[in-house]
């Protein structure tokens, strides 16, 4: 089974692909972590992805595809993965689906979770006082920069999807556990 988890940064996708990953044994790939992981450990991808994501905007195209690519072929994700803020451009929606095709693979569905995006603030700012302010996105500029890059060149994905029939969409502004009920129900 392999999933998206689609939806505004703050949306609740990474919480819920932890617990998909613990119920299913599914493998949780987001890209997000894969470059906070590449600059905590002083790579060159880290060097340079750093700055564009301070500042809200999206690392390349080439460059995420690269990091799926790669991750997709080891061993740990035969069962299925769970992306968690990939693919975030047609292209690289295009992208993930010739990697797909390529091994055979297809998509079991894209979930987007909905969210009120006046409340995003609210939560970011949660999580920047949980997290110690570990991230550095994690404030109001930022996530104004990051929603409007979501409705510029993320947001376009939401037909790309329902197009080719896999789009479900929850409702992300009811508790951790009712939203991860109605994920479960479209599942299975
Ligand atoms: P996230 O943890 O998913 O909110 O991602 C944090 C930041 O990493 C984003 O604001 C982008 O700068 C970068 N990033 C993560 N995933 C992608 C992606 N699929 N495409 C481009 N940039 C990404």
Redesign the pocket.
């Known amino acids: 089974m392999n999933i998206i988890l689609f939806g505004a940064?703050g949306a609740g996708k990474g919480t819920q692909a932890k617990r998909l990953v613990e119920a299913r044994g599914l493998v949780q790939l987001?890209?997000?972590?894969m470059?906070r992981a590449a600059i905590d450990a002083g790579t060159e991808l880290g060097l340079r992805a750093r700055e564009?994501?301070d500042r809200?905007?999206?690392?390349s195209d080439e460059i995420?595809l690269g990091m799926i690519a790669e991750r997709m072929d080891s061993p740990d994700c035969a069962n299925g993965v769970i992306l968690d803020?990939?693919?975030?451009?047609v292209a690289?929606a295009e992208g993930l689906d010739a990697m797909l095709e390529e091994r055979d693979l297809a998509l079991s569905h894209v979930i987007e979770i909905s969210v009120d995006e006046n409340a995003l603030f609210a939560r970011i700012e949660n999580r920047a006082a949980e997290t110690g302010g570990s991230r550095a996105?994690d404030n109001a500029e930022t996530l104004r920069k990051?929603l409007a890059v979501y409705h510029e060149n993320t947001a376009p994905l939401l037909p790309y999807y329902d197009g080719k029939g896999l789009l479900k969409t929850v409702d992300g502004m009811v508790s951790i556990d009712e939203v991860g009920q109605a994920i479960d129900e479209i599942l299975g």
Not at 30 to 33: A, I, N, Q
Not at 56 to 59: A, H, I, K, M
């Open positions: 940064p987001s890209t997000g972590d470059l564009i994501m809200g905007d999206l690392v995420i803020g990939f693919p975030r451009t690289q996105d990051r």
